[in-house]
């Protein structure tokens, strides 16, 4: 298909594809359309999904989402999409890689939802378009985060939203095995990566689930991912298939950032973002920002 502009793009399965099918994401593809259900709310019975894009949005425009547009970069299978199309709004969803099509089975594009796969930083989109730009889960893992939240701002209608979170340091990190692993599991070509990390969490994590009170020394010698004090109200199946998701995701990416506070404060009010609020939760930092509202002036 070609757009009013002359640019060609092919749609394949219903969804237009802006990007090349390899690119520096592409070891996210196989793990969201492996593990499409894992951490949908619908599927665990839980509301983490739903929690947490409460709090990073504000629950000022969390319960006025009713008929919003809002742009979902990074959609992956869709835990996100699944919370923002049951408050009302109107989502489009994109993902850089094939993860696109396990979102689409999730929750079928119709007259709310519409899927693209595309480069946040290549958007095919006008800009300054969409009421709230919701970004969770991926700031980390792009070539430059300060450039990508300028792209994601961009997409910002005046009086709108954007939403994110990024990685912060964290001490426990650094001293575990789990940088070590990631060094060797990255370089993997990404159906190779999925079967190793698949493989050792099914060595492993009969250990932690059976030693789960000694589990912060665990975390330190182990690189399989578990969340027993994170989502205690997850039930031991739920908290294995986070482990098998969390593990690959964290020891194949191909980027991994981490920011603090100040610095993702200072690099919205630097985009001329207002309202700029930042606080440590989740998985590091989480913020929301406003564009202003354009200045009228009135005539005499």
Same mark, same amino acid.
């Given at each position: 298909m070609?757009?009013?502009?002359?640019?060609?793009?092919?749609?394949?399965?219903?969804?237009?594809?802006?990007?090349?099918?390899?690119?520096?994401?592409?070891?996210?593809?196989?793990?969201?359309l492996k593990y499409r259900q894992t951490q949908l709310d619908s599927f665990t019975g839980e509301n983490l999904s739903a929690n947490r894009a409460r709090r990073c949005i504000g629950e000022h425009v969390w319960d006025h989402?009713?008929?919003?547009?809002?742009?979902?970069?990074?959609?992956?299978?869709?835990?996100?999409?699944?919370?923002?199309?049951?408050?009302?709004a109107t989502v489009?969803?994109?993902d850089m890689t094939e993860a696109v099509e396990a979102d689409q089975a999730n929750f079928?594009?119709?007259?709310?939802?519409?899927?693209?796969?595309?480069?946040?930083?290549?958007?095919?989109?006008?800009?300054?378009?969409?009421?709230?730009?919701?970004?969770?889960?991926?700031?980390?893992?792009?070539?430059?985060?300060?450039q990508t939240m300028a792209a994601l701002f961009e997409q910002v209608r005046p009086g709108g939203l954007l939403v994110i979170d990024h990685y912060t340091y964290r001490l426990g990190?650094?001293?575990?095995?789990?940088?070590?692993?990631?060094? %060797?599991?990255?370089?993997?070509?990404?159906?190779?990566?999925?079967?190793?990390?698949?493989? %050792?969490?099914?060595?492993?994590?009969?250990?932690?689930?059976r030693l789960r009170r000694y589990r912060k020394l665990l975390n330190r010698v182990s690189p399989v991912y578990t969340y027993f004090d994170d989502?205690?109200?997850?039930?031991?199946?739920?908290?294995?298939?986070?482990?098998?998701?969390?593990?690959?995701?964290?020891?194949?990416?191909?980027?991994k950032w981490f920011r603090t506070r100040r610095?993702?404060?200072?690099?919205?009010?630097?985009?001329?973002?207002?309202?700029v609020e930042a606080w440590k939760d989740g998985n590091g930092v989480e913020a929301r920002a406003q564009r202003a509202e354009p200045q009228t002036t009135s005539g005499s």
């Open positions: 070609a757009c009013d502009q002359g640019h060609i793009f092919p749609i394949t399965n219903g969804i237009p594809r802006f990007v090349q099918a390899s690119s520096y994401a592409a070891g996210f593809g196989p793990q969201w989402l009713q008929g919003a547009h809002v742009l979902e970069c990074g959609c992956g299978a869709g835990r996100f999409t699944e919370v923002l199309l049951a408050q009302g489009t969803s994109i079928p594009q119709d007259e709310r939802h519409r899927i693209a796969q595309a480069d946040i930083l290549k958007l095919p989109f006008v800009g300054r378009g969409f009421d709230v730009v919701f970004c969770l889960g991926v700031l980390q893992h792009t070539p430059a985060p300060e990190y650094f001293l575990s095995t789990q940088p070590i692993f990631r060094a %060797m599991l990255r370089r993997l070509p990404p159906d190779t990566g999925l079967n190793v990390t698949d493989r %050792m969490v099914s060595m492993l994590w009969p250990v932690h689930s989502f205690p109200e997850l039930s031991d199946e739920h908290q294995r298939a986070w482990a098998f998701l969390d593990t690959h995701d964290a020891l194949t990416d191909h980027y610095q993702i404060e200072s690099a919205l009010s630097n985009l001329g973002a207002v309202e």
